[in-house]
């Protein structure tokens, strides 16, 4: 097994469903629901972004069979978003339907800036076929702010997180400080106006701040989820949940594992350097 193979498995479920399956179990047993991401993205082949949409199928009815506390989230650069947008729209309708016939629903992810309209268009009209549907929203950008009125007032769930991609200072925020006044901005607004907000960070400070915040205003643990990344700070995921606040955990599976965890890498430097020693000392 390759070095970087082995480091990935930090932030990966390994390549199987089966290996994803026993780590919901083990986080569901912990109090912690999860969302289950089948890796891939930029799909540029038909027949492999319908293949990607059966495989997110199949996974839908094993979480019905198996009785786990899931959904889950997708990419739809993975469901042919870069091939036709209507041919994506018609692909991840299969599996929002799919989803629905479980009783379960569909968070489509946010990526790139070139793909976010796109995304929300797409997420918008299926929403309004089918309310288990919902979104995500990336503080670093400038426009979330009206984004994120457009979905509250459709009544769409959204999960805030910081932004993950390498985008230019004319659509998002290029500091930290800058990302972190406007999350704690959406997050309010979320709070206030939003339905089921998801607050998706790791980050201490932000945690608390949302903890004051629903705390001064009535808003109920049951009224929002705190989400975290599988394999990052694993100890206040569990806090979090033994608290008695909700938390869902993002856990990845598959083979086409490297762009998520380069993202990964470039969030932290620690983990650049931890991979840097580790191939020096090789
Ligand atoms: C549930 C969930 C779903 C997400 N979905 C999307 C999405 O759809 N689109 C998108 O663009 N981005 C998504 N992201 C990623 C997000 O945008 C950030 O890139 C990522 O969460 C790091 O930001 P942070 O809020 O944790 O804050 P940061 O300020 O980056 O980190 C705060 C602290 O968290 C810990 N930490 C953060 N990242 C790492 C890491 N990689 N390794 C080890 N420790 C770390 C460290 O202790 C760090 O000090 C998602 C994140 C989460 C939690």
Redo the contacts with the bound molecule.
């Keep these: 097994m390759g070095l970087l193979t082995l480091m990935a498995r930090r932030?990966v479920a390994g390549k199987t469903a089966d290996t994803a399956m026993a780590a919901v179990r083990k986080l569901n047993e912990q109090k912690i629901c999860t969302?289950l991401d089948i890796l891939g993205e930029d799909v540029t082949d038909r027949d492999e972004a319908t293949r990607c949409a059966d495989a997110y199928i199949g996974l839908l009815e094993r979480i019905a069979q198996e009785k786990v506390d899931s959904n889950v989230?997708v990419k739809l650069t993975m469901m042919g978003l870069d091939i036709d947008k209507q041919f994506c729209l018609d692909n991840v309708r299969r599996v929002v339907q799919a989803a629905a016939r479980v009783g379960n629903w569909v968070r489509i992810?946010?990526?790139g800036s070139n793909v976010t309209q796109e995304t929300f268009d797409i997420a918008h009209a299926l929403h309004a076929e089918n309310s288990n549907v919902a979104a995500?929203v990336?503080a670093y950008l400038y426009r979330s702010e009206e984004d994120i009125r457009k979905l509250n007032e459709a009544g769409v769930a959204v999960?805030l997180?910081?932004?993950?991609?390498k985008e230019p200072k004319q659509v998002a925020f290029q500091n930290?400080r800058d990302v972190?006044a406007n999350?704690s901005k959406l997050m309010r607004l979320l709070l206030e106006e939003g339905t089921d907000p998801?607050i998706?960070?790791?980050?201490?400070k932000?945690i608390n701040e949302c903890k004051e915040l629903v705390a001064r205003n009535g808003i109920g643990k049951d009224q929002f989820e705190f989400?975290?990344?599988f394999g990052?700070?694993n100890a206040l995921q569990r806090q979090l949940a033994d608290e008695g606040y909700r938390v869902?955990?993002?856990v990845p599976f598959g083979t086409h594992w490297l762009p998520y965890f380069l993202?990964?890498?470039r969030?932290?430097r620690?983990?650049v350097m931890f991979v840097l020693k580790n191939l020096f000392r090789r």
């Design positions: 932030f969302t989230s992810d946010i990526e995500a990336q999960r997180c910081k932004g993950a991609y930290k972190n999350f998801a998706a960070t790791h980050d201490t932000l989400q975290m990344l990052i700070r869902r955990c993002y993202r990964r890498l969030e932290r620690a983990n």
